[in-house]
């Protein structure tokens, strides 16, 4: 779709987010050239893309090739699998032993950490009369505290495992994120750690052909890795996941290209009552405003400790008067042109200005993911730059 395509669209509620394929597919090449070729992509697309639509990305990135997906969300997984999204897709977790029948069905591949799930797995398998043993993948805890097998006790649950005959280990993993320079030190020591286990296991002859300990904090501070796939998850929607002082990631596009939504309607307050009597904007400079459909509904938030939001129109930041359940209130300049239906843009770029979503973000004293993750499952999303993508 192109950008005036988008334009025409959503008059019922003008309000949507614009996801760039080109900066995926770039990103992607980007996270490639830091990796030697035969290491395998496993896109990690937990939490409905990171907040961007499991849909929209997922095809984008089949397309361009990945070696497979992974989340966590069984709901996300089967819609792809709907979707004739074919690619191998690891769920990370979120299930109990009974529930692995419905992933196996599903043609998922599932993480096991505890002996209750593999039991389960393998009773699943064996009811399904394949004649094929069924993948599953092996998730050691390093030191996160989260999901896992524990460290030391991994190479006698990998035996155990082994000794099961309807289910094989394809892959191995573990997750060491970090974002400062302290959470470095530890997830350095803890990696070490991780490949002195794949040694091992491979010395006691368990052949797992997929290891993988790497995602985004690692490949931005472009650590040299000893397995045989990666899986990035920020860095591939261009999200910081370490503090700037670690890595910047300028090489990698944002995603969420742009939030917009339209004006709805224009008021003037000129003979109303003064400024401060009360009513949605007490602060208000100027006699007129316009509302637009993005308000707490829609994912928005109020302002903390007296920051002061803006928006673009036309290159220029009106202030926010005040954000309600389904409406945002801005002030228009008295110089200003504008009128029903006219663009105004929550995030991207506006002429020569433009609002990132860090700037978005620290409105609200959040992270860009957790705004991704408020914003995108409550509007329409268009993916726009198609065809510079492919
Ligand atoms: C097991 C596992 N691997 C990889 C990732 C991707 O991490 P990141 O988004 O930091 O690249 C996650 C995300 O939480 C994860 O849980």
């Known amino acids: 779709m192109s950008n005036g395509d988008v334009d025409s669209l959503f008059a019922s509620h003008p309000t949507w987010m614009e996801l760039d394929a080109h900066a995926l597919h770039h990103n992607l090449a980007q996270i490639r050239k830091r990796i030697n070729p035969e290491v395998k992509v496993i896109a990690s697309v937990k939490a409905n893309g990171y907040g961007h639509g499991i849909m929209p990305v997922c095809k984008i990135l089949q397309e361009a090739g990945v070696d497979m997906l992974t989340t966590g969300s069984f709901y996300d997984a089967k819609a792809l699998r709907n979707a004739n999204i074919n690619i191998p897709i690891i769920m990370l977790g979120g299930s109990l032993p009974s529930g692995m029948l419905e992933l196996i069905e599903a043609n998922l591949i599932p993480t096991i950490y505890n002996m209750e799930a593999a039991n389960a797995a393998n009773a699943a398998a064996d009811s ?22 524990s460290l030391n006790n991994a190479v006698a649950f990998i035996e155990r495992v082994s ?20 959470g470095m030190e530890f997830a350095e020591k803890r990696l070490s750690l991780f490949y002195n286990l794949v040694s091992e296991l491979a010395k006691l002859g368990y052949e797992i052909p997929i290891t993988q300990a790497l995602a985004s904090s690692a490949i ?32 990698f596009l944002p995603v969420c290209k742009n939030i917009k939504t339209r004006v709805i309607h224009i008021a003037d307050h000129e003979n109303g009552p003064a400024i401060g009597t009360g009513g949605y904007h007490i602060n208000r400079s100027f006699s007129r405003t316009c509302v637009v459909p993005f308000g707490l509904n829609d994912g928005n938030r109020s302002s903390l400790n007296g920051k002061k939001p803006v928006v673009l129109f036309k290159g220029a930041r009106l ?5 309600s359940l389904e409406h945002l209130t801005l002030e228009i300049p008295d110089d200003t042109e504008i009128n029903i239906g006219d663009i105004i843009t929550i995030i991207g770029q506006s002429g020569d200005e433009c609002i990132e979503m860090s700037e ?20 329409p999303i268009v993916v726009i730059n198609k065809d510079e993508a492919v």
């Not at 394949?130 to 989260?146: A, E, N, T, Y």
């Not at 591939?236 to 090489?251: A, D, R, T, W, Y």
């Not at 202030?319 to 954000?323: I, Q, R, S, T, Y």
């Not at 620290?362 to 993911?369: A, C, D, H, I, K």
């Open 360 to 379: 978005y973000s620290s409105w609200f004293n959040t992270s860009e993911l957790e705004t991704m993750l408020t914003l995108s499952s409550r509007m």
């Open 163 to 182: 000794k099961l005959k309807n289910i094989w280990i394809q892959g191995l993993y573990t997750h060491l994120s970090f974002k400062n320079e302290s």
């Open 319 to 323: 202030a926010v008067l005040g954000v």
């Open 220 to 251: 931005t501070v472009r650590w040299k890795d000893q397995c045989s796939a990666i899986c990035p998850g920020h860095i591939l929607f261009g999200l910081p996941s370490v503090n700037s002082s670690l890595g910047e990631i300028k090489e």
């Open 128 to 149: 399904l009369h394949s004649d094929k043993k069924i993948p599953l993948f092996v998730k050691v805890d390093c030191g996160m505290g989260r999901l896992g097998v």
